[in-house]
């Protein structure tokens, strides 16, 4: 009889550095552009988080979108209003060996088919000195966002992806990259009626788009950084939408994971169905949309008026609500993680991001426990999955001891 060892295999904890914009606050970080990396890699430490995901964003002085205009203010604590140099990495080089904490890859979450022409090029070079300062740090991945042409179809953004996000994903492989995409459909970024204005929003579009790389030599640069709250937005769960991965051969796409969840209002469904609130938000005034960024920001109400973001381990169990897919059933998640898609395992970094209002506060003492409950709640979900998925899967079967129950199983929610 053979004998199989348990070996459980877990996944790298870390925090998106945005939960905190002003752990070094501002008027210390402008003059001093690479001291908010330290702290953060000495707060990740207390955390107990083994990596961090380096928030990137345009500096206030020059992005094109106001924060008023946001559902969730982004955070630049990686600067790049100059260029990153080898003396600035050799300083985060040596934080990294201070602290022992990695930097899993560099965010940087915009459109990047902004119908703009000045504003995409101003993004796109955002990007490509994002990818340098990747490179320069030996991250292996950049993370962000495809997005959308608001004066195309969807089937022309194909093109427009073609003709325009290829060269991105070339300059990626140039500095062996990854380009790993979040899913979020983004459906506040503009006052119309569009929801889905992130082209790669969900396997249908993954693939088409991944496709599209493959003609050009790039299919290795395009993957995906899963959020199961975006799921949940669309009236998806994880497991079928991994299960439908596996069953079309695209199993390899997920390499990293937002650890997001998403709680339904039911209520809300009830009074705007999936796609939420389309009129009298408050984003439009006297029959045309707002000038003001205040009042741009209700286009959010397509989001939020039928659910709200969770930070991990701050929502009930509540196990008719993971059948309904109204919430993200954690332990589920990193099971069919590990039975259905083609993972590195101990490459594939399990990233908090916190998005949760009423817990965003953003003074260190107050929110240090918050965060370290929820990155403890995620590696022990992760730890219970691996140890499930190694006992189950490898364990047992070598001694042909069937595994019992029937669980949770794809399409049928």
Same mark, same amino acid.
């Given at each position: 009889?053979?004998? $199989?060892?348990?070996?459980?295999?877990?996944?790298?904890? /870390?925090?998106?550095?945005?939960?905190?914009?002003?752990?070094? @606050?501002?008027?210390?970080?402008?003059?001093? @552009?690479?001291?908010?990396?330290?702290?953060?890699?000495?707060?990740?430490?207390?955390?107990?988080?083994? =990596?961090?995901?380096?928030? &990137?964003?345009?500096?206030?002085?020059? !992005?094109?979108?106001? @924060?008023?205009?946001?559902?969730?203010?982004?955070?630049?604590?990686?600067?790049?209003?100059?260029?990153?140099?080898?003396?600035? !990495?050799?300083?985060?080089?040596?934080?990294?060996?201070?602290?022992?904490?990695?930097?899993?890859?560099?965010?940087?979450?915009?459109?990047?088919?902004?119908?703009?022409?000045?504003?995409?090029?101003?993004?796109? &070079?955002?990007?490509?000195?994002?990818?340098?300062?990747?490179?320069?740090?030996?991250?292996?991945?950049? =993370? /962000?966002?495809?997005?959308?042409?608001?004066?195309?179809?969807?089937?022309?953004?194909?093109?427009?992806?073609?003709?325009?996000?290829?060269?991105?994903?070339?300059? !990626?492989?140039?500095?062996?990259?990854?380009?790993?995409?979040e899913q979020c459909p983004m459906p506040g970024w503009t006052t119309g009626d569009n929801f889905y204005n992130n082209i790669a929003y969900a396997p249908g579009t993954w693939i088409a788009l991944h496709r599209i790389c493959e003609k050009h030599g790039l299919g290795d640069q395009f993957r995906v950084h899963y959020d199961p709250s975006h799921a949940v937005l669309m009236g998806q769960d994880t497991r079928s939408i991994f299960q439908y991965l596996k069953d079309e051969g695209y199993g390899f796409l997920i390499t990293g994971f937002h650890v997001k969840g998403q709680v339904t209002d039911s209520r809300g469904i009830s009074a705007w169905g999936y796609g939420g609130q389309t009129v009298e938000r408050g984003d439009w005034i006297d029959g045309k949309p707002s000038p003001n960024p205040a009042d741009q920001g209700h286009a959010? $109400?397509?989001?939020?008026?039928? =659910?709200?973001?969770?930070?991990? /381990?701050?929502?009930?169990?509540?196990?008719?609500?993971?059948?309904?897919?109204?919430?993200?059933?954690?332990?589920?998640?990193?099971?069919?993680?590990?039975?259905?898609?083609?993972?590195?395992?101990?490459?594939?970094?399990?990233?908090?991001?916190?998005?949760?209002?009423?817990?965003?506060?953003?003074?260190?003492?107050?929110?240090?426990?918050?965060?370290? /409950?929820?990155? !403890?709640?995620?590696?022990?979900?992760?730890?219970?999955?691996?140890?499930?998925?190694?006992?189950?899967?490898?364990?047992?079967?070598?001694?042909?001891?069937?595994?019992?129950?029937?669980?949770?199983? @794809?399409?049928?929610?």
């Amino acid at each position: 009889m053979a004998i $199989k060892e348990f070996h459980p295999r877990f996944m790298p904890l /870390g925090v998106l550095t945005a939960a905190l914009q002003e752990l070094t @606050p501002r008027e210390r970080r402008d003059p001093d @552009p690479d001291l908010a990396i330290e702290e953060w890699l000495e707060f990740a430490g207390r955390l107990s988080a083994d =990596c961090i995901q380096l928030a &990137a964003a345009l500096h206030p002085s020059e !992005a094109d979108v106001p @924060p008023e205009a946001m559902l969730d203010p982004v955070a630049n604590t990686l600067d790049l209003r100059e260029p990153f140099t080898a003396e600035r !990495a050799a300083r985060v080089d040596r934080a990294v060996a201070a602290t022992g904490v990695t930097i899993a890859d560099i965010g940087y979450f915009d459109n990047m088919l902004h119908e703009s022409p000045p504003v995409r090029a101003k993004k796109s &070079a955002f990007m490509k000195r994002c990818m340098d300062a990747a490179a320069a740090l030996g991250a292996p991945a950049v =993370c /962000g966002f495809v997005g959308r042409n608001q004066d195309l179809s969807m089937d022309q953004n194909l093109q427009d992806f073609e003709e325009s996000f290829i060269p991105l994903l070339q300059y !990626a492989k140039d500095r062996e990259l990854e380009y790993r995409v979040e899913q979020c459909p983004m459906p506040g970024w503009t006052t119309g009626d569009n929801f889905y204005n992130n082209i790669a929003y969900a396997p249908g579009t993954w693939i088409a788009l991944h496709r599209i790389c493959e003609k050009h030599g790039l299919g290795d640069q395009f993957r995906v950084h899963y959020d199961p709250s975006h799921a949940v937005l669309m009236g998806q769960d994880t497991r079928s939408i991994f299960q439908y991965l596996k069953d079309e051969g695209y199993g390899f796409l997920i390499t990293g994971f937002h650890v997001k969840g998403q709680v339904t209002d039911s209520r809300g469904i009830s009074a705007w169905g999936y796609g939420g609130q389309t009129v009298e938000r408050g984003d439009w005034i006297d029959g045309k949309p707002s000038p003001n960024p205040a009042d741009q920001g209700h286009a959010w $109400k397509k989001q939020t008026s039928t =659910c709200e973001h969770e930070l991990p /381990g701050t929502a009930r169990h509540d196990p008719l609500a993971y059948l309904q897919n109204r919430t993200v059933d954690w332990l589920d998640h990193q099971l069919a993680a590990r039975e259905l898609l083609d993972l590195d395992i101990e490459n594939t970094p399990l990233i908090v991001e916190h998005e949760y209002s009423p817990a965003r506060v953003q003074e260190v003492e107050a929110l240090e426990p918050i965060l370290a /409950g929820s990155v !403890a709640f995620t590696r022990h979900i992760d730890e219970a999955a691996a140890s499930m998925y190694a006992l189950q899967a490898e364990v047992l079967p070598a001694q042909n001891i069937p595994v019992q129950g029937i669980g949770r199983e @794809p399409y049928r929610s």
